[in-house]
Every structure is written in structure tokens, then in C-alpha cells.
């Protein structure tokens, strides 16, 4: 499935289910620590959209916090530490035999609740999730989420507010925008919290690519 823009925006931070301020959650992302284009590409977007969030429209995402949303595995005081473990144990084995890659993000698409680069090639990211959800399932057996509708991509800002999403979409039509180019050479099992409208983490266990 591909990404397509929308015309209005909504909130973001809405309180989902199951989530409120203190909760944590273990899940898997590529995160882009020591990726520089992938950095600078966030920078000029950010650079686009400082008016929105001036005005509360918009939460723009720092680089320390740049991800891609891979698979969740559950809330911290419902999944046992030691499953964890042993998903980060079973998920470094599936992993090393999948190959480093190289992916590329941009150009931007415009979701009602966040502006997203999209993440090529999409079969490669989907490779690491497919063994990242064989991990899971070798320890608890049940697997959070669809594994299809995976549409890979790195958020630079999300929605703040509701709202027409045209002047968005105008004040990035007006900027020339060069996709970025990153190497994947691990994925990151964390633990998430959304406390302060901001997706932010602790790393639990860094995994390699084969």
C-alpha cells in the first residue's frame, strides 16, 4: 500500500488505547543515530514548518528523536522482562541473516496526522519487520498488528491541531527538498513513552544486520 496525502490535518496526540502519561511500551524501530543525511533532510523540513509550529499547528521532531515505526510487542508490565530478552535473543539470530541495505527517504507525503517521508526500498525494511514479528512469535506466540498495510517512513513533524492542510502542503511546495540517503545496519528493540507530546525512548537492545 503507498502513502497518499490528505487534506485536512487532525491531532496527533490524542490519548490512544491503553496509553496515558507514565505508560511504557517495548517495541521495535530504525532509529538514525550517526546518519547524516537523514538528519539534514529532517533540518530543511523543519526549517519549511517553524511558522506552524509556532502556532501550535505543528510538533516538529529533533534528530535524537527520528524513527521508523517498525513492531510493537507490548505494554512494560504486560510482556515479562524475560520475554523480552528472548525476543532481543531470538530477533539477533533471524537478523543476522538479513543483509545491511541502503534506503532512501523523501519526498515528503502530507497524513492527516503527521508529515511523512516515505522509506525506499520498502522490501527491505519489511524484511528486518518480518523477522522482527518471527522473533515475537517464537516467544509469546502472538504478534502485535497486521503484518501487511506496513508502509515504512520517518515522521519530521506531526499534527497538532485540527485544520485544512493546504498551507502545509503550500509552504513545502515552495522549498526544493533532496531525499536522503542512509544505511540500515541494526534495529533498535526500546522502550517508548509519549509523556510530553513526543515520542521519546530508552534503548533495551541495539541488534546488528547480518
Known amino acids: 500500500m503507498t502513502l497518499t496525502s490528505s487534506n485536512t490535518l487532525r491531532n ?13 511500551f517495548y517495541t521495535w524501530h530504525l532509529t ?7 538528519h539534514r533532510l529532517a533540518a530543511e523540513y523543519r526549517d519549511a514548518l517553524v511558522p506552524f509550529a509556532f502556532a501550535g499547528e505543528l510538533t516538529l521532531i529533533p534528530d535524537r528523536w527520528l524513527h521508523l515505526t517498525m513492531q510493537g510487542i507490548g505494554f512494560v508490565g504486560e510482556v515479562a522482562e524475560r520475554d523480552v530478552r528472548a525476543i532481543a535473543d531470538a530477533a539477533r539470530e533471524r537478523l543476522a541473516a538479513v543483509p545491511a541495505f ?11 496526522e503527521a508529515v511523512l517521508l516515505p522509506v525506499q526500498p ?3 525494511v519489511a524484511e528486518v519487520r518480518e523477522a522482527i514479528r518471527g522473533a515475537i512469535s517464537d516467544v509469546l506466540h502472538d504478534v502485535r498488528e497486521k503484518p501487511t498495510d506496513f508502509r515504512p517512513h520517518v515522521s519530521v513533524a506531526y499534527s497538532a491541531s485540527e485544520g485544512p492542510a493546504a498551507p502545509v502542503e ?4 515552495a522549498r526544493e527538498f533532496t531525499p536522503a540517503q542512509a544505511r540500515v ?4 528493540l526500546i522502550v517508548i513513552h509519549r509523556d510530553n507530546k513526543m515520542y521519546e525512548w530508552e534503548t533495551f537492545a541495539s541488534v546488528p544486520l547480518g
Open 12 to 24: 496527533h496526540w490524542w490519548w490512544r488505547p491503553g496509553w496515558s502519561v507514565g505508560r511504557r
Open 32 to 38: 538514525w543515530e550517526g546518519q547524516d543525511e537523514v
Open 102 to 112: 541502503d534506503v532512501q527517504a523523501g519526498s515528503h507525503v502530507l497524513a492527516p
Open 122 to 124: 520498502a522490501g527491505s
Open 170 to 173: 503550500e509552504a513545502l511546495a
Open 185 to 188: 545496519t541494526s534495529a533498535e
